[in-house]
């Protein structure tokens, strides 16, 4: 069975401070890593993917992710944190690939001091 | 272009009321799902409908039925409201069971 653990369900960073939000797995099989980020009373946006392709992922809004397999880990960076990153931030596992093989972690707040 | 829509955005229901949540989308994909949302929960699969025609249970599917109504639209239905069934509540589709999922803004569901 799949599960993801997201390790702090609150982090707090500086503005134009590094981010970094982590992220663990264990899956079965070779597995696809999501992040989605979910901004205040909106839905979840997906901001990078990986699919073997590629261990370093870049995302959007200069986000970025790099999957260890002998970590299991695929943790979320950006180097300069801004005010509008500000929001929940989820990591998910599919074994399957897509959307119906998802397992969410329980999301990190992501809160930015200025 | 809209993506996925669900209606209601807030719904307030007493303890055994009934309602349907709305979910349409105009990307043309296969796959449509509901989640529920719960505070230190994550995401959790309700049911999902890999085409248009079929519905399969995911990790909660009691006290819920769906409807793929077409290819647009997926319906989820609360018969008997409970206040467990408080939640948050995403639809979300994909163009294949493969592929990534896009989400809906929401229905927020308060059952007192």
């Known amino acids: 069975a799949q599960s993801v653990t997201q390790l702090g369900s609150h982090v707090s960073v500086s503005e134009g401070a590094l981010v970094l939000l982590r992220c663990n797995y264990s899956?079965?099989?070779?597995?696809?890593l999501f992040w989605y980020v979910q901004y205040p009373n909106q839905g979840l946006q997906l901001l990078l993917k990986?699919?073997?392709?590629?261990?370093l992922v870049k995302g959007i809004n200069d986000f970025e992710a790099e999957f260890k397999k002998s970590e299991t880990s695929f943790h979320l960076t950006k180097p300069s944190a801004h005010m509008s990153d500000a929001a929940e931030y989820f990591c998910?596992?599919?074994?399957?690939?897509?959307?119906?093989?998802?397992?969410f972690g329980k999301g990190t707040h992501l809160i930015i001091q200025p | 272009n809209a993506g996925v829509t669900q209606t209601p955005k807030f719904q307030v229901l007493k303890t055994g009321q009934s309602m349907t949540l709305q979910c349409a989308q105009d990307?043309?994909?296969?796959?449509m799902y509901w989640y529920r949302q719960d505070p230190g929960m994550g995401l959790r699969l309700i049911y999902y409908?890999?085409?248009?025609?079929?519905?399969d249970k995911g990790e909660v599917p009691n006290g819920y039925n769906v409807s793929r109504l077409n290819k647009r639209e997926f319906s989820l239905r609360l018969e008997s409201a409970a206040p467990s069934q408080t939640s948050v509540y995403f639809c979300?589709?994909?163009?294949?069971?493969?592929?990534?999922?896009?989400f809906g803004q929401g229905t927020r569901l308060t059952v007192v």
């Open positions: 990307m043309n994909h296969n796959s």
């Open positions: 979300a589709s994909s163009e294949a069971r493969t592929t990534e999922a896009f």
């Open positions: 899956s079965s099989v070779p597995p696809y």
């Open positions: 998910a596992v599919s074994e399957r690939g897509g959307a119906d093989g998802l397992t």
């Open positions: 409908s890999a085409s248009e025609g079929t519905t």
């Open positions: 990986y699919t073997s392709a590629a261990t």
